[in-house]
């Protein structure tokens, strides 16, 4: 597609549900990113996945937070059992090559997640 | 852990003036970026400094790398309303897999007319 699309846009949620926020990257960009964006703050790195490499999950902040990527391009962040800190703006940024040094991602509009 | 630090925090000025924003670190970076982001959207690259020392020009947009490359600054001559947004610097850790970026929280900037 033209750029990185997310879905949905906006989500509202009662504490407890679980929530699945999906990316579309880039057509041929081989890497893809999570970030996490709370009011005010900068972007809190979630996982990032790099081809067919096992996905780097260093940032996720807990075991209710989950994502795939199928077939090296979709990938859907998924929350457990939400929690009201959990609200925030989920971007998504994709890449051609994580490894090279310029390393320019693109981002999506975000999801914002609230929840109840 | 790897930070990076940018200041000013909030920004608001009249059109027409000039300003900076600085974003720093004790970590070497090998690449930084600046992004700006608006409401409602998600950051948007604006330029990426890689060699120590370097400055790229974007318009009325002036970036800079310091030569350790630990820090970077952005300056912009004669602000205008069209800049008002979030500015974003991020840096590609040194000697790391790439994978990821290191955020600064952000300069938000209010350029009034």
């Known amino acids: 597609g033209a750029g990185v699309s997310q879905s949905p846009s906006n989500k509202v949620t009662e504490k407890g549900k679980d929530v699945e926020l999906r990316c579309d990257p880039i057509s041929g960009h081989t890497a893809l990113y999570w970030y996490r964006q709370s009011l005010g703050q900068g972007l809190e790195f979630l996982i990032y996945?790099?081809?067919?490499?096992?996905?780097?999950k260093s940032g996720l902040p807990s075991d209710r937070f989950s994502a795939e990527r199928t077939g090296g391009s979709v990938s859907t962040l998924t929350i457990q059992r939400t929690q009201q800190e959990d609200s925030a703006v989920y971007l998504c940024?994709?890449?051609?090559?994580?490894?090279?040094?310029?390393?320019?991602?693109?981002f999506g509009a975000g999801t914002r997640l609230s929840v109840l | 852990t790897q930070l990076l630090e940018q200041s000013p925090q909030f920004l608001s000025i009249q059109e027409g003036e000039n300003l900076t924003v600085y974003c720093n670190s004790s970590s070497v970076f090998s690449s930084l970026q600046w992004y700006r982001q608006e409401p409602g959207e998600g950051p948007v690259l604006l330029v990426t400094?890689?060699?120590?020392?370097e400055v790229k020009k974007l318009k009325r947009l002036t970036f800079q790398f310091g030569d350790a490359r630990k820090d970077s600054s952005l300056h912009i001559t004669a602000a205008q309303p069209g800049d008002t947004g979030l500015y974003l610097c991020a840096g590609a850790p040194d000697g790391g897999s790439q994978g990821n970026l290191i955020f600064g929280k952000g300069t938000k900037l209010s350029v009034k007319p």
């Open positions: 996945f790099q081809g067919n490499s096992a996905p780097d």
């Open positions: 400094v890689v060699t120590g020392g």
């Open positions: 940024a994709s890449s051609r090559d994580s490894f090279l040094a310029k390393n320019i991602q693109y």
